[in-house]
């Protein structure tokens, strides 16, 4: 028996096809990913907004890109600070001397004692840092991979290994190659954790609070205090 109209699936409208397009690898698909990764050089947080964007248009889930309620903001927000101070600590005393690095890092030493730019640096480490880094090069980038390579174990690693190239790059240019560095680390561990659970939030917040506490080590001038409390 042939089936009725009513019973046929519908045919895809124009925002249909613009959806799978976007969440696919052909040319639109493409200049997406391209678009969203070029707005971050434009302004930090850009690529985030725009990876959420092309989820909203893509109708791509965002609990896909990590963003799936946690049971407890409280213990997420213990956790990602429980993580990212003594991590930032571990980093500065110990990671980044082996590695050869100065104690103090030129980059941001202009922020010691400038109480004028506290609301600045506060609005860089939480939004664009935390939300803005771990939306893009975490959430948005694992989803992409993700689509790209499979979700296997190799897949997964070879995802955190691209995304913390990416992440480390990008930090090139304003702090040359101990910025590099330790963003490998941080790369690392952030994108192994995602990889791991799936969500967004830990990480996020223990990137925020691996900022802040580098925000306040400098501000209180104590990079080489805390630089030479392993290694004199």
Known sequence: MMPSVDDRAPWPTD??????????FGPLGTAAVLAVLAGNFVIAPLGAVLALAWASAS?????????????????????????GVPFKL????????????????????????????????????IVVAGFGEETLFRGYMFERLGKLLGTGAAAKTATVLLTTAAFALLHYPEQ??????????TGLVFGAIFAVTGRIWVPMVAHAA????????IYFN??????HLVFR
Do not use: C
């Open 176 to 185: 040359g190659v101990s910025g590099v560095e330790q963003a490998v680390a």
């Open 59 to 83: 109708r791509t889930p965002w609990r896909e890109l990590g963003f799936v309620r946690p049971r407890s903001w409280a213990r997420v927000a213990a956790a990602g600070v429980a993580l």
């Open 15 to 24: 925002d249909d096809r613009l959806a799978a397009a976007l969440r696919g």
């Open 222 to 227: 104590l990079e080489r205090e805390v630089a």
């Open 90 to 125: 571990a980093m500065k005393a110990v990671v980044m001397p082996l590695l050869g690095a100065p104690p103090v890092n030129q980059a941001y030493h202009y922020l010691a004692g400038n109480r004028a730019l506290i609301p600045w640096a506060l609005v860089t480490m």
């Open 210 to 217: 691996f900022d802040l506490t580098a925000y306040a080590i």
